[in-house]
């Protein structure tokens, strides 16, 4: 044997024998890491590199108005979806000029979804339509990482009409799409946003096995997707568009409120906007100019906007009177104004009313005579009651941004300014003025309670009644807020109001001029109001009108009042 | 040691066959036209089978003496090749031979192997004079060089460390070794700013660092690392493995077939498939350790060197030890050329075995 008489040749072939060992169990190191210590990771990632998941988007429920149109609907329209898995960043410039984009804006739009899982496309475009998506489709077997989805596009026919009541849909926040586990489009405001675990569906899902270049294998699994639930809510097509249309250029709100069960039958905040274009995935424009536009068309008055009530709030400072002790027949004597600490109080009549009675006071709106009745009870006896009515504090209704307004107290004034309550803060709040705020749904709510004897309800815009709706009970006299509504009957039959007296209905109602300073330019404004209910026993519906930079109340919001009454008063079947 | 067949050997290349067949069954499935790459292996094996035992029957010396012959008809094949080739992935190594496609890189190393065992079958000397290795530089140096013009890097390279190995074992003074060493540097240098094609250098580049280019060049180690990882311990199942099926491995049927194979088998698959293997190659260089005489030696060593490189080169490359070079796994890859050179290779080793007591 040649080796064996050779050492040199043996020791040659020992040492390649060795490097062979050596290899050998580097080799299997390797494999035993790569397969029984990293096994499982590498699983997954060979899990991940099969499964595209493709979403069956589900239908969100539709919306309709109590009178059953359809006020969120949806429409067909095609969105672009890419594939991260088979996208080459090299391709990014061919596959922009492809989709008429700029390269950076699609490199923007693929990068929000950077924490999506690669295996789940995400879209690029959207809503667009077959005219569109025609060109695309034709040569698709150039452009592989993308595909045309068909998905249900949320669509409000009725535009900026329902805008802040029914709200819209958007693409979720970073946040809202980790507690959802979605990229479906979610409430962003109003009803949508409120009811949108009912209203949106759960998407199902096709997982699809598919190889590198992501030609189709078969599907895997299918979750069959679940269909969001449809509402109805209490809002009525018809008066919705009669208040609108009323409102003209003003900037303002109306709210027509059922003081039996807290629906709202008609919301309405101008100016307005269209939500169909903020529902967009990429909308960064529209947004932009929508936050920049004139009379902040994204602020729903009718729950944010904090005005002085002025003399609406007048009912309600006479029922904390008669609590305290007045009586409707006890009488102030109104000479056009009034000195409290060395200050006048002027009355809005300059040569005075003479002597009124309280329900006089009412229905002429007399300051002189509520500044008695302020001097008389003083701040703590009107507090509890305005406590009592909501005044202050969020009325609860059913759709998200509501504020609260204010309601002053001493405590606060010292805490606040340092500086003591005084008389003079008294009078002014008597008249709703001073530091007092109230958004035009505390309106409306303040006078269903007026108009039920003391009920407070949650206003609310999904058409349901019952007792879940009732927030509580006021235990004041009946007769006191007859009496009351003696002097609200009087204001429009003989009072500020009497425009309304010849409709055929007995309508209560008050008036209200409130003087404010708006933000930027403090210039003095004038808010025109109106609180009103119809019919005067066992009322149906309760109104609050205010249009700002509206003169006095009954210049403004009190023809606009009519024609809701007028509506009512045609149409009560449809109150029901 | 008295037994004329060497069974073992025998026994545990009919094992690797068996498993690469099973495997390429799986992997061809995925393949354009896999389904008669199955059949047309088996003719394959048939015909090395017959080839091995014709390579096993007559004396490997008697072989030996045909080699300058078999070398000429090989050197004349790959010249041939780069005039009427076919070019498949860039490279031009396939004569088209009517039914069938001949790679002569192939049995050019077996041709290479006979050549250097027959360069030094009557040299007496324990280390190789300058006038033998540049022989031997030059008996190589043909074939690599018409190799790297086609260009199969790949093959190529076997080619350069079959003779690396057979000249460690022939014996080289160490001042051969520096000379060597300078030499290799330097044609390194120059073949890198010189030769290498941009594709080559981006695969030596991304071996060092895959993430390189993710999706590109790195992609393939990544996916092929994927495969194996997800086999884990147990594999998960004969044709059920989703990195080879949904086609994440580039040439699953070739240069990537032992990742399909670790994808499906799992880590105990692995290691029966690396403990045949080694068995394989410890055997070749025990039957090199017996052998009667230098060319005998240097037959089951050259052997041994050649498929423990192509073996170490293709299972290591898919776990991201080495470079990605187009190294076929011998006894899995498919490829006709190449499986009935690798038979009869081992036939000529269980030859040497034969005749371990014999003179001619």
């Known amino acids: 044997m040649f080796s064996e008489s050779r050492p040199v040749f043996r020791s040659r072939i020992q040492f390649f024998y060795f490097v062979v060992m050596v290899v050998f169990l580097v080799l299997f190191f390797r494999y035993w890491f790569l397969q029984v210590v990293r096994g499982s990771a590498y699983y997954r990632a060979a899990t991940e590199n099969t499964l595209r998941e493709i979403t069956i988007p589900s239908r969100r429920g539709r919306i309709f108005s109590k009178d059953g149109r359809v006020l969120a609907d949806y429409k067909v329209a095609y969105d672009i979806m890419l594939d991260r898995g088979s996208y080459r960043p090299s391709r990014l410039k061919i596959l922009a000029h492809f989709l008429g984009l700029q390269p950076e804006e699609l490199q923007a739009r693929i990068k929000r979804y950077h924490r999506v899982p690669l295996y789940k496309p995400v879209p690029v475009l959207e809503n667009l339509s077959f005219a569109q998506i025609a060109p695309l489709e034709a040569r698709k077997k150039d452009y592989p990482e993308v595909f045309v989805e068909l998905v249900p596009q949320r669509y409000y026919p009725y535009g900026k009409l329902f805008a802040h009541t029914v709200g819209y849909i958007g693409e979720p926040t970073v946040q809202e799409a980790r507690n959802l586990s979605t990229l479906q489009k979610v409430g962003k405001m109003g009803i949508e946003k409120n009811y949108d675990n009912v209203l949106r569906g759960k998407d199902g899902s096709r997982r699809i096995v598919v190889d590198s270049s992501n030609h189709f294998i078969k599907t895997q699994l299918i979750q069959e997707p679940e269909n969001g639930r449809d509402l109805t809510v209490s809002l009525l097509l018809p008066l919705q568009q009669l208040a609108m249309k009323s409102l003209g250029n003003f900037q303002g709100a109306v709210v027509v409120m059922s003081p039996r069960d807290g629906r709202i039958f008609a919301m309405v905040s101008a100016p307005s906007f269209d939500p169909n274009?903020?529902?967009?995935?990429?909308?960064?424009?529209?947004?932009?100019?929508?936050?920049?536009?004139?009379?902040?068309?994204?602020?729903?008055?009718?729950?944010?906007?904090?005005?002085?009530?002025?003399?609406?709030?007048?009912?309600?400072?006479?029922?904390?009177?008669?609590?305290?002790?007045?009586?409707?027949?006890?009488?102030?004597?109104?000479?056009?104004?009034?000195?409290?600490?060395?200050?006048?109080?002027?009355?809005?009549?300059?040569?005075?009313?003479?002597?009124?009675?309280?329900?006089?006071?009412?229905?002429?709106?007399?300051?002189?005579?509520?500044?008695?009745?302020?001097?008389?009870?003083?701040?703590?006896?009107?507090?509890?009651?305005?406590?009592?009515?909501?005044?202050?504090?969020?009325?609860?209704?059913?759709?998200?941004?509501?504020?609260?307004?204010?309601?002053?107290?001493?405590?606060?004034?010292?805490?606040?300014?340092?500086?003591?309550?005084?008389?003079?803060?008294?009078?002014?709040?008597?008249?709703?003025?001073?530091?007092?705020?109230?958004?035009?749904?505390?309106?409306?709510?303040?006078?269903?309670?007026?108009?039920?004897?003391?009920?407070?309800?949650?206003?609310?815009?999904?058409?349901?009644?019952?007792?879940?709706?009732?927030?509580?009970?006021?235990?004041?006299?009946?007769?006191?807020?007859?009496?009351?509504?003696?002097?609200?009957?009087?204001?429009?039959?003989?009072?500020?109001?009497v425009a309304l007296s010849g409709l055929g209905l007995t309508i209560c109602g008050k008036?209200?001029?409130?003087?404010?300073?708006?933000?930027?330019?403090?210039?003095?404004l004038e808010l025109s109001w109106f609180i009103g209910f119809a019919p005067a026993h066992n009322p149906e519906i309760a109104i609050a009108v205010i249009a700002e930079k509206g003169g006095h109340g009954s210049d403004t919001a009190v023809p606009i009042a009519s024609r809701i009454f007028q509506y009512f008063r045609d149409h009560r079947e449809a109150f029901q | 040691m008295k037994g004329k067949f060497d069974f073992s050997l025998f026994m545990v290349v009919l094992l690797i066959l068996i498993l690469g067949m099973i495997t390429l069954s799986s992997a061809a499935a995925t393949v354009k036209g896999g389904?008669?790459?199955?059949?047309?292996?088996?003719?394959?094996?048939?015909?090395?089978?017959?080839?091995?035992?014709?390579?096993?029957?007559?004396?490997?010396?008697?072989?030996?003496?045909?080699?300058?012959?078999?070398?000429?008809?090989?050197?004349?094949?790959?010249?041939?090749?780069?005039?009427?080739?076919?070019?498949?992935?860039?490279?031009?190594?396939?004569?088209?031979?009517?039914?069938?496609?001949?790679?002569?890189?192939?049995?050019?190393?077996?041709?290479?192997?006979?050549?250097?065992?027959?360069?030094?079958?009557?040299?007496?000397?324990?280390?190789?004079?300058?006038?033998?290795?540049?022989?031997?530089?030059?008996?190589?140096?043909?074939?690599?060089?018409?190799?790297?013009?086609?260009?199969?890097?790949?093959?190529?390279?076997?080619?350069?460390?079959?003779?690396?190995?057979?000249?460690?074992?022939?014996?080289?003074?160490?001042?051969?070794?520096?000379?060597?060493?300078?030499?290799?540097?330097?044609?390194?240098?120059?073949?890198?700013?010189?030769?290498?094609?941009?594709?080559?250098?981006?695969?030596?580049?991304?071996?060092?660092?895959?993430?390189?280019?993710?999706?590109?060049?790195?992609?393939?180690?990544?996916?092929?690392?994927?495969?194996?990882?997800?086999?884990?311990?147990?594999?998960?199942?004969?044709?059920?493995?989703?990195?080879?099926?949904?086609?994440?491995?580039?040439?699953?049927?070739?240069?990537?077939?032992?990742?399909?194979?670790?994808?499906?088998?799992?880590?105990?698959?692995?290691?029966?498939?690396?403990?045949?293997?080694?068995?394989?190659?410890?055997?070749?260089?025990?039957?090199?350790?017996?052998?009667?005489?230098?060319?005998?030696?240097?037959?089951?060593?050259?052997?041994?060197?050649?498929?423990?490189?192509?073996?170490?080169?293709?299972?290591?490359?898919?776990?991201?030890?080495?470079?990605?070079?187009?190294?076929?796994?011998?006894?899995?890859?498919?490829?006709?050329?190449?499986?009935?050179?690798?038979?009869?290779?081992?036939?000529?080793?269980l030859n040497v075995f034969r005749n371990r007591f014999q003179r001619v």
């Open chain 1, 511 to 524: 008036t209200g001029t409130a003087q404010t300073v708006s933000g930027a330019d403090r210039k003095a």
């Open chain 1, 277 to 497: 274009i903020l529902t967009f995935r990429f909308k960064e424009k529209e947004w932009e100019k929508l936050k920049n536009a004139r009379g902040n068309p994204m602020l729903n008055r009718a729950i944010q906007g904090t005005y002085p009530p002025g003399s609406t709030f007048k009912p309600l400072v006479a029922l904390a009177g008669l609590n305290a002790g007045l009586t409707p027949r006890t009488r102030f004597v109104c000479t056009g104004g009034l000195e409290v600490g060395g200050r006048t109080f002027l009355c809005w009549k300059k040569e005075g009313h003479g002597s009124l009675s309280l329900i006089g006071a009412i229905a002429h709106s007399c300051n002189v005579y509520f500044y008695n009745v302020g001097l008389k009870i003083g701040i703590a006896k009107l507090l509890p009651v305005a406590r009592s009515f909501g005044i202050g504090s969020k009325t609860g209704i059913d759709i998200p941004g509501e504020r609260s307004g204010f309601l002053p107290a001493p405590e606060w004034k010292r805490r606040k300014t340092g500086r003591p309550w005084f008389p003079g803060d008294t009078l002014n709040t008597c008249i709703g003025q001073g530091y007092l705020l109230m958004t035009p749904i505390q309106a409306v709510s303040m006078t269903a309670v007026i108009a039920n004897n003391g009920t407070v309800l949650i206003p609310h815009l999904i058409n349901e009644k019952g007792e879940k709706w009732v927030r509580n009970r006021i235990q004041l006299p009946k007769k006191d807020f007859r009496a009351v509504k003696r002097g609200m009957r009087l204001m429009v039959t003989g009072g500020t109001g």
């Open chain 2, 35 to 349: 389904d008669t790459l199955i059949s047309k292996q088996l003719i394959w094996i048939c015909t090395g089978l017959v080839l091995g035992i014709i390579a096993y029957v007559v004396n490997y010396r008697v072989w030996i003496e045909f080699a300058p012959v078999l070398y000429g008809i090989a050197m004349v094949l790959l010249i041939l090749v780069l005039v009427f080739g076919t070019t498949v992935h860039g490279s031009r190594s396939w004569l088209n031979l009517g039914p069938f496609r001949l790679q002569p890189s192939e049995p050019v190393k077996l041709t290479v192997l006979l050549m250097l065992a027959w360069l030094y079958k009557g040299d007496k000397s324990s280390h190789l004079d300058f006038r033998a290795i540049f022989k031997s530089v030059l008996a190589l140096g043909i074939p690599v060089l018409l190799i790297l013009l086609q260009p199969d890097f790949g093959t190529a390279s076997t080619l350069l460390v079959m003779g690396a190995g057979c000249m460690f074992l022939l014996g080289l003074r160490p001042r051969v070794y520096i000379i060597l060493f300078i030499l290799i540097a330097f044609v390194g240098f120059g073949s890198w700013h010189y030769m290498f094609k941009p594709y080559q250098k981006e695969r030596v580049l991304t071996f060092f660092n895959p993430e390189r280019d993710p999706l590109g060049r790195g992609y393939h180690v990544i996916q092929s690392k994927v495969a194996v990882g997800s086999g884990q311990l147990t594999g998960r199942g004969y044709r059920k493995g989703t990195q080879s099926r949904l086609k994440y491995l580039p040439e699953p049927h070739t240069d990537f077939i032992f990742a399909v194979y670790a994808e499906e088998f799992g880590f105990t698959g692995v290691a029966v498939a690396l403990m045949l293997l080694f068995l394989m190659v410890s055997r070749m260089i025990t039957i090199a350790r017996i052998a009667y005489d230098k060319s005998g030696m240097l037959l089951a060593f050259g052997s041994a060197v050649l498929l423990f490189y192509q073996i170490a080169v293709s299972t290591g490359m898919i776990v991201g030890l080495l470079p990605t070079t187009g190294i076929p796994l011998p006894f899995f890859s498919y490829g006709g050329s190449g499986i009935i050179s690798y038979l009869i290779m081992v036939g000529l080793v």
